[in-house]
C-alpha cells in the first residue's frame, strides 16, 4: 500500500526558486533538491529527472520498496517530489526511476549532503545543520584582507594518507585536526590545500573520481566532523582550499550517468560528452540545470562548510573541444572555432560568484595551457580566477633539476625563461601530487649525483620555488625528502625524520616558510614585475643566478643560487647598496644537512659600481646551494 503524500503545492519548492533552477542561475539549488527534514517531521525528497516516466523514493524506512513512496512530478521544471512521513535523519535512501523504455533505474540522490561509506554508494538523509562554528573573527579578517600581497604557502594533503594508525586505518578529520593543523602552523604554511574530499567510491581515484558534489567522503567522519577540523584550522589562523572538480565525472550506472535513462548531465555525443584519457564525462555546460547543479555546489561547500577557495581540477580539459582529441573526434564551436564556449562561461559566472559572495575566498585554476587571461578578471575579458598554477615554471624546473649539474651550463634558459611571462598571471608555483605520482618519482628521487647531491639539489629546489615570484604549494612528503613514490594506500614515511639529511629537509622547509612570511620582499610583489630585478641571469659558464626581491616600502632582499657541487669563493655581485649584510638563509647550513659553507652569517658590500649597481658584494657560494641576504 502507498504511504499518504503531501499535495505538490506543499512539497514544491517556490516558483521563483524553480525558475533560477531552470534558467541556469539558481547557486542554491541544494536548498530545493535532495532530502529535507521538516521541522513537523519526515522529511520531502525531491530530484530532477525531466524524461523519467515514474519515481520513487526508497531506503531504510520503507523497506526499499518503490512502490511505497513515488514521487510527483511538478510540471515543466522536471523536479519530482514526495513527503515521506516514516524517513528520519540517518536513514539510507536512493531514487528508483523509470525510463521511457521502461527500464528501472537505481540511483543516488545527486544532491545528496551525506553518503554511505564505501563500498556501499546510498544517499543518507542529512540531519538539520547544528555545527557552532567559532571562526568568525577569520572569515571577517578575510574579507579585509589584501591576498595579492599576502604571503600565500600551500601545503597539499591528501587527508587519507598523511599519516595513519598502526593498523592502517584512516584518520578521521578531528585526529587530523589535532595531528595535522599544529604540523602545518609550525613548518609555517598560510594554507592547506585537500585534495578532493567530496564523496567517491574508489580510493585509488584520490577523489578526482566525485560522485557525491554536495558529500564529504565518509571515509574521514561526519559533515560535523570535516566542519571542526576547518574551523579548527581557522582558530590557527590557517586557510583550507578545496580541490573541486568539475571537469568530469565518473561513468558508475548508479550515479550521475544517464541519470533518468537520457544524457542528463553529460552531452548524448561521446565527441562532447566523453574524457577518453579518464573514462569519464564531460558536464554539459550549456544546459542550464547543470549549471545551477555545478554553481551550488561551489557554493555549498563555501557557506556551509567555509572552505577559504577552490582550485578547480583540469581547467585545460574544459576550455577546449579538442582536449586530447583527434581530428573528427570533436564538434567545433558554432564560430568553428576549438573553444568551449559553455565551459567558459560557466567558469566566468562561477568565479563571478564566489568573488562576489565570499569576500577574501580563492579560485585557482589548474590550467596547463598558454590561455590568456585565466587569472584576469571578468570586466576585463579574463576567466576571472584568482590565481593560476604556474606548469611551465614547474616543469622548467623540474627539467633543470635532473640534470647532471655537469650539463646545466647549457641548459641556463630553463631556469631564466620563466620571467619572460611571469607576470602575466596571478602565478602559483606548484610542486603537487601530480610530479610524485605514475612512475615519476618523489622529489628527492629525481634529484642526480649522490645521496648527498640528492639532498643539496632537493634543498636548493625547494629554496628556489620560496625566492622565486609567486605563491607557493608543496604536496606533502616533499618536506620529509620522501624516497619513495607517494602512495594512497600508506601512510608518509615519517620514521625518515629519524636520519639527520631527511630531518634537516623538513628544518629547511620550516625556516623558508617563516623567512618568506616575515620578509615582504618575498611576497608582496610575487604578481608585478616591480618585485624582482635580476642581478645576473647571464652566467652560465658556472651555473649562477642572482636577483633581488623588493618590496612596496623599497626593502630588498638579494637571492644567489649556485647549481653546481662547486664552491665557489670570492664570486662578486652588484648589489644595491655598501655597509653590511647579514646572511638570512644558506640552504647548506649545517642545520640542514649540508657542509655548513658560507659567509659566516655576515659580508661587508663594498661601494663602487659592479653589474651596473653602486656597491658590490664578494661572497662565498655553497655547492648546489641557495643564500638570502638582506641589509644589516
Not at 524553480?18 to 539549488?29: A, C, D, H, K, V
Not at 578529520?173 to 604554511?189: D, H, I, M, N, T
Not at 556551509?304 to 573528427?328: I, K, N, T, W
Not at 590568456?372 to 615554471?393: A, C, D, I, Q, Y
Request: aromatic residues 12%; hydrophobic residues 40%; glycine residues 10%.
Amino acid at each position: 500500500m502507498m504511504t499518504k503524500t503531501a499535495h505538490p503545492a506543499e512539497i514544491a519548492p517556490s516558483a521563483h526558486d524553480l525558475y533560477l533552477f531552470n534558467e541556469g542561475r539558481n547557486t542554491r539549488t541544494y536548498s530545493i533538491l535532495g532530502a529535507h527534514v521538516q521541522p513537523g517531521g519526515g522529511v520531502v525528497f525531491r530530484v530532477w529527472a525531466p524524461n523519467a516516466t515514474k519515481v520513487a523514493v526508497v531506503g531504510e524506512f520503507n523497506g526499499w520498496d518503490g512502490r511505497t513512496d513515488p514521487l510527483v512530478s511538478l510540471g515543466a521544471s522536471g523536479v519530482w517530489a514526495v513527503h515521506v512521513a516514516a524517513a528520519r535523519a540517518g536513514q539510507l535512501y536512493r531514487f528508483e526511476l523509470h525510463d521511457q523504455h521502461g527500464n528501472l533505474l537505481v540511483k543516488t540522490d545527486p544532491y545528496a549532503c551525506e553518503c554511505e561509506l564505501r563500498p556501499g554508494n546510498a544517499s543518507r538523509i542529512a540531519a538539520a545543520d547544528d555545527y557552532a562554528w567559532g571562526d568568525a573573527g577569520w572569515i571577517e579578517r578575510r574579507a579585509a584582507a589584501d591576498w595579492l600581497h599576502a604571503p600565500m604557502s600551500i601545503y597539499e594533503v591528501h587527508p587519507g594518507s598523511w599519516m595513519r594508525h598502526p593498523d592502517n586505518s584512516l584518520y578521521s578529520w578531528r585526529e587530523l585536526a589535532e595531528k595535522l593543523v599544529p604540523y602545518v602552523s609550525e613548518q609555517g604554511f598560510t594554507h592547506i590545500e585537500l585534495l578532493p574530499v567530496t564523496e567517491h567510491p574508489l580510493d585509488e581515484s584520490w577523489g578526482y573520481q566525485t560522485t557525491g558534489y554536495f558529500a564529504p567522503s565518509s571515509r574521514f567522519g561526519s559533515p560535523a566532523d570535516l566542519k571542526y577540523f576547518i574551523d579548527t584550522c581557522h582558530q590557527a589562523c590557517i586557510g583550507v582550499l578545496l580541490d573541486w572538480v568539475p571537469g568530469h565525472f565518473p561513468t558508475d550506472g548508479w550515479a550521475l550517468a544517464k541519470f533518468d535513462g537520457t544524457a542528463l548531465y553529460e552531452h548524448e555525443d561521446p565527441r562532447l560528452g566523453v574524457h577518453a584519457d579518464w573514462g569519464t564525462h564531460i558536464f554539459n555546460y550549456g544546459r542550464h540545470e547543470v549549471k545551477s547543479f555545478l554553481l551550488s555546489s561551489a557554493h555549498w561547500w563555501l557557506d556551509e562548510y567555509h572552505f577559504d577557495g577552490l582550485r578547480v581540477d583540469a581547467v585545460a580539459s574544459m576550455l577546449y573541444l579538442d582536449y586530447s582529441r583527434q581530428p573528427g573526434q570533436w564538434i567545433p564551436n558554432r564560430f568553428g572555432g576549438r573553444e568551449n564556449l559553455d565551459a567558459i562561461q560557466f567558469l566566468r559566472e562561477l568565479n563571478e560568484m564566489v568573488h562576489g559572495e565570499f569576500p577574501g575566498a580563492l579560485t585557482l585554476a589548474e590550467e596547463s595551457t598558454s590561455w590568456p587571461m585565466v587569472s584576469r578578471p571578468v570586466w576585463l575579458g579574463g576567466l576571472g580566477f584568482s590565481m593560476k598554477w604556474n606548469m611551465g615554471w614547474m616543469n622548467d624546473s623540474l627539467r633543470y633539476f635532473h640534470r647532471d649539474p655537469l650539463f646545466r651550463r647549457w641548459h641556463h634558459d630553463e631556469m631564466t625563461f620563466g620571467q619572460i611571462y611571469a607576470y602575466s598571471e596571478n602565478f602559483v608555483l606548484p610542486l603537487s601530487h601530480d610530479e610524485v605520482v605514475h612512475g615519476k618519482g618523489s622529489l628527492i628521487g629525481k634529484m642526480p649525483g649522490d645521496d648527498w647531491q640528492r639532498f643539496a639539489n632537493l634543498r636548493l629546489l625547494l629554496a628556489w620555488q620560496m625566492s622565486s615570484p609567486g605563491k607557493k604549494l608543496l604536496f606533502m612528503g616533499g618536506e620529509l625528502g620522501q624516497w619513495r613514490e607517494w602512495s594512497e594506500q600508506r601512510e608518509l614515511d615519517w620514521g625518515l625524520l629519524a636520519a639527520a639529511p631527511h630531518a634537516g629537509v623538513q628544518r629547511l622547509v620550516r625556516d623558508l616558510n617563516h623567512l618568506y612570511r616575515e620578509h615582504p620582499a618575498l611576497h608582496e610583489l610575487d604578481f608585478e614585475g616591480s618585485g624582482f630585478a635580476w642581478i645576473d641571469c647571464h652566467d652560465s659558464e658556472h651555473s649562477i643566478l642572482s636577483w633581488l626581491r623588493l618590496a612596496r616600502d623599497g626593502s630588498f632582499v638579494v637571492v644567489v643560487c649556485n647549481f653546481t657541487p662547486e664552491v665557489r669563493h670570492d664570486y662578486r655581485i652588484g648589489v644595491p647598496q655598501a655597509g653590511a649584510w647579514r646572511e638570512l638563509f644558506n640552504s647548506d647550513a649545517a642545520l640542514y644537512g649540508g657542509s655548513n659553507t658560507g659567509n659566516a652569517g655576515l659580508v661587508e658590500a663594498q661601494p663602487g659600481e659592479w653589474m651596473l649597481r653602486p656597491a658590490s658584494i664578494a661572497l662565498t657560494l655553497p655547492p648546489l646551494a641557495c643564500v638570502i641576504l638582506a641589509p644589516q
